[in-house]
């Protein structure tokens, strides 16, 4: 029977498959989103506490206020470019990037690649 | 505190990035700091090379990784445990070096291209390279030019070097480069000329490059024949560190280890 860890990790891999914002729409955010979107990237996951505790850690001048940041948090989660696992307090946010497409190359053009590149032992 | 992201870029190939991004990485390490060296240039790898790092000998790589095959633990490759076939590598033997490269197998380099990446796990895999080796840098080779593994990668840096040559070309390309990551709110940006001719007047060239970038120059390195005769081979820096080259580039470990 899956245990509560895998269930949330199976909730946070189904919501990344939906959605998610793009490396260069990052350059396009508003300046509070973009500072929220740039923590995440590097703390991964943040519940509400965390990144108080964060924001409080960095220059006044850059920090948002508790309205502020709540208000980025709602824009962000409301366009899947954050996820929110969970509820109240215990609830984490965590980045969802969208995948990069495969090439639109026609199929087989990459099975003929394939079976070629095959065929080199070194490859293989 | 976590380990800094350091991101070496440039807009167009043949700048001496990878060159220069092992050489940087491995000055940093020489000092006692565990350094990572991540290849995020899945589609043309190489920097490999400079560590004596041969297909014969690559196991895991980020293409493993990103296709959940591998975890960033079993992809490191040791460079101060391995340092053999090289005079200036030797000088690592026993310092906290951890390449992790990407495949130079045909068809993982085509699977990748064919499939498309997953962004989230690229990131979870830089970020967790820090906190799983304990680093104090991580260094990323990427691809030249501006695609989504770069952008990420700019977007998640502490330090940004953008490599250019005194070159027409190397100049439009990196003032676009410049405003994406000043509009990625990189902290850190620094600028490295390389190739400069021997014959230009490099304080002349710093100025005017920081000028037009208002961004420091953190070097000029010279082009150089010898660099070209070592045919990365070897780490350049370390093998021969009287050079002008390996004085120059220990100008720009000095920024990266001076950012708090």
């Known amino acids: 029977m899956p245990g509560v860890f895998d269930r949330l990790d199976k909730e946070i891999k189904d919501k990344q498959k939906e959605g998610g914002i793009t490396p260069l729409d990052l350059a396009e955010l508003p300046p509070a989103l973009r500072k929220i979107m740039r923590l995440m990237l590097r703390e991964l996951q943040m519940n509400y506490p965390r990144l108080c ?6 220059p006044e001048s850059d920090r948002l206020s508790r309205d502020e940041l709540q208000e980025a948090l709602t824009t962000l989660t ?36 394939d079976a070629k590149l095959k065929k080199n032992p070194s490859d293989t | 505190m976590k380990g800094k992201i350091v991101s070496v870029h440039s807009f167009r190939g043949g ?16 000092t006692g700091k565990r350094v990572g060296v991540v290849d995020t240039d899945i589609q043309s790898p190489g920097i490999h090379v ?25 992809i490191g490759f040791p460079v101060g445990e391995n340092t053999g076939g090289g005079e200036g590598r030797s000088k690592l033997a026993g310092k906290d070096l951890w390449l992790f490269p990407s495949s130079i197998r045909g068809r993982e380099i085509s699977q990748i291209l064919k499939e498309g990446v997953d962004f989230n796990l690229l990131n979870e895999g830089l970020q967790s390279t820090i906190t799983e080796f304990d680093l104090d840098y991580l260094f ?6 501006l695609n989504e593994e770069t952008l990420l990668s700019i977007a998640t840096s502490d330090i940004l070097i953008i490599i250019l040559r005194p070159d027409n070309q190397d100049l439009q390309g990196t003032s676009v480069t410049v405003d994406i990551a000043r509009s990625l709110d990189v902290p850190n940006l620094f600028l490295l000329v390389n ?15 920081q000028q037009k970038f208002d961004a420091p120059v953190t070097s000029v390195l010279p082009l150089s024949f010898d660099l070209a005769d070592n045919a990365s081979n070897d780490l350049f820096s370390l093998r021969f560190p009287e050079h002008d ?10 920024f990266v280890l001076a950012v708090k």
């Open chain 1, 53 to 58: 505790e964060v924001m409080d850690a960095i």
């Open chain 1, 78 to 113: 409301q366009q899947q470019w954050l996820n929110r696992i969970g509820e109240g307090e215990k609830a984490i946010y965590k980045v969802n990037l969208r995948r990069r497409e495969g090439s639109k190359l026609a199929a087989g053009i990459w099975s003929a690649l």
């Open chain 2, 15 to 30: 700048t001496g990035k990878s060159n220069v991004t092992a050489n940087l990485a491995a000055q940093v390490a020489m």
């Open chain 2, 50 to 74: 400079l560590f004596g790092l041969d297909e014969s000998k690559m196991g895991k790589t980020m293409n493993d990784f990103l296709h959940g095959k591998a975890t960033v633990r079993e």
């Open chain 2, 140 to 145: 990323i080779d990427t691809h030249p030019g």
């Open chain 2, 195 to 209: 190739k400069a001719l021997p014959k230009y007047d490099f304080a002349q060239v710093q100025t005017e490059i």
């Open chain 2, 245 to 254: 080259w390996s004085k120059a580039l220990n100008r720009v470990v000095e």
